[in-house]
């Protein structure tokens, strides 16, 4: 391993996933005392500042959320499909709100898109503000290593945002970047959101006589791709008490969040088009060809990236379920109102909680399926599990696609051919929308392979 000094940086939106099976991290006593400290005091400034947004919004008792441990709980999670459906009747994406259907893409680009974002913005995920400072990028580090017998630079980065007049408040994103040695100018990236490994993390060794699969860097970088890696909560922490920090803290000098401003989802959104910024000015990248991927809550935020920012070309959405690809107006495992209490709220706009208490689901203006359509006519893959992964409801995150299908169709693109749902292991990739859900539980590594053949069909033809 080597260490120099860089002048440029390769980016991935990676999704990390937590392994079960590694090593254990021993504290010391004083080290667990300060995490118990710091647990409870996020408890507590998470509590107020979700009181303050009840009270700014009135709402003075909330519907209670789905019970995924406890089948005998008398909220316990719904699995069953004949009572998934309360409100079947959705928004239709092609229907502008004053009655008039809308026939041409012109149409959809002018009049009926701009409509959805409002609603999206202002009760969804919120509104983002429009003077943020602008990133100043700096490459901290560059290592030549090799991944996998593949020879790479990896460049660590990091972007500062400072406050316009208290240089004391400042956000520090972090990124880096891996590109394969020798690979030719003007080449593609994949991001990932990732979560950031703790202290004294060590992945275990494989099992004896089990056959390696490569990860999904390796299979990234082994069709000269660059990879990159963006840590959301470096952006903007995942908890209420960090409302009033991070990037959304430092727009609002420190203060409460208004009801329709941005949650944690559309900040750390955020974050991935300035990373995109980023790949602009290297001269060693496509910026044309980016392609995000995201797991659970970051297959939320590459979603919402994606229908956001027309510059990402492709999107892995995995296991995202409520808040992403799953239908909002489906009672099937995580609710509208699991994300609407105190340990989720944070994701979204403060405007979201009333669907959890005194409106209901089918007062949502608009649901998943036209987030999905808010992508068109771009490709996005949505990926789920099957065993394990019952929580994030995959025949909702199916069932957008199709209802998002039309919206595709307008604009001369194919989507999901079938409203059948398809086996475990099949999926439908004829089209800019593709699905697949996968035999294994909540991760997006069985279908890393579908998505780069879904990817390399569209690099390989620009």
Known sequence: MIRLHAQFIIIVFAVGMHDASAQPIRLSPADSIARKRAADSIRSKTSEDYQDMLKQLG????????????????HAANYDESKANPFPQLPDPLILTNGKKITTSKQWFTKRRPQIVEFFDREIYGRQPNDIPLVKW?????????????????????????????????????????????????????????????????????????????????????????????IPVSIQADNGAGLT?????????????????WGALRAWAWGTSRAVDFFESLPQLDAKKVAIEGHSRYGKAALVAMAYDARIAIAFVSSSGEGGAKLHRRNFGELVENLAASGEYHWMAGNFIKYAGPLQWSDLPVDSHELIALCAPRPVFISVGEKGDSWVDAKGNFLSAVYATPVYELLGKKGIPSAEFPKVETGFFEGELSFRQHSGGHTPLPNWPYFLQMANKYFSNK
Do not use: C
């Open 138 to 230: 700096q490459v901290d580090e560059v290592i030549v290593d090799t991944i996998q017998g593949i020879p790479v630079t990896t460049s660590y980065i990091t972007g500062k945002v400072e406050h316009p007049t208290n240089p004391n408040r400042k956000v520090q994103i972090k990124l880096s970047l891996t590109i394969p040695i020798g690979a030719v100018e003007r080449i593609p990236v994949v991001m990932e959101l990732s979560f950031p490994m703790p202290p004294g993390f060590k992945s275990p060794p494989p099992p004896p006589n089990v056959p390696r699969s490569p990860g999904w860097q390796e299979q990234v970088l082994s069709r000269g791709w660059a990879v990159a890696q963006l």
């Open 59 to 74: 709402i003075t008792e909330l519907r209670p959320g789905a019970n995924g441990n406890n089948a005998k709980d008398p």
């Open 245 to 261: 920090e991070g990037i959304i803290g430092l727009l609002n000098d420190g203060n409460h969040r208004k009801p329709d401003d």
